[in-house]
């Protein structure tokens, strides 16, 4: 079993940075954690994907409306995963989920179906 707990959510100024974090505790991490990601859901939306990274850190895919602006980073050593985001707009209002899982980065990272353990979420607020 694995428990991730988010923090770095807030409030922040259009074009502003804020910085998640997923701290893992639990066992069988190179299992459980193999892929990584973060998913985010706004008010009166469906869940989508934001970014995913592999065990290594080696491949990191991002969606459409976050590329350029966000990073995917993961410190093993500290069963860490980070969401650096950058040149924030309104519309990355959300609470963004932090998830992980068994699942092969290649298998298609933006399914949900690969992800096992879900945090329970960070709030951020970009106002205009």
């Known amino acids: 079993q694995v428990q991730l707990v988010e923090s770095g959510g807030g409030l922040v100024q259009a074009g502003g940075s804020l910085r998640l974090s997923c701290a893992a505790s639990?066992?069988?991490?190179?299992?459980?954690?193999?892929?990584m990601g973060w998913f985010r859901r706004a008010p009166g939306k469906e869940r989508e994907f934001v970014a995913a990274?592999?065990?290594?850190?080696?491949?990191?895919g991002y969606a459409d409306s976050v590329k350029g602006r966000f990073t995917i980073s993961r410190d093993n050593a500290k069963n860490t995963m980070y969401l650096q985001m950058n040149s924030l707009k309104p519309e990355d209002t959300a609470v963004y989920y932090c998830t992980a899982g068994s699942g092969s980065y290649y298998s298609g990272y933006t399914q949900t179906r690969l992800y096992d353990y879900w945090g329970q979420g960070t709030q951020v607020t970009v106002s205009s």
């Open positions: 639990g066992r069988s991490f190179s299992y459980n954690l193999n892929l």
């Open positions: 990274i592999n065990w290594s850190g080696s491949s990191a």
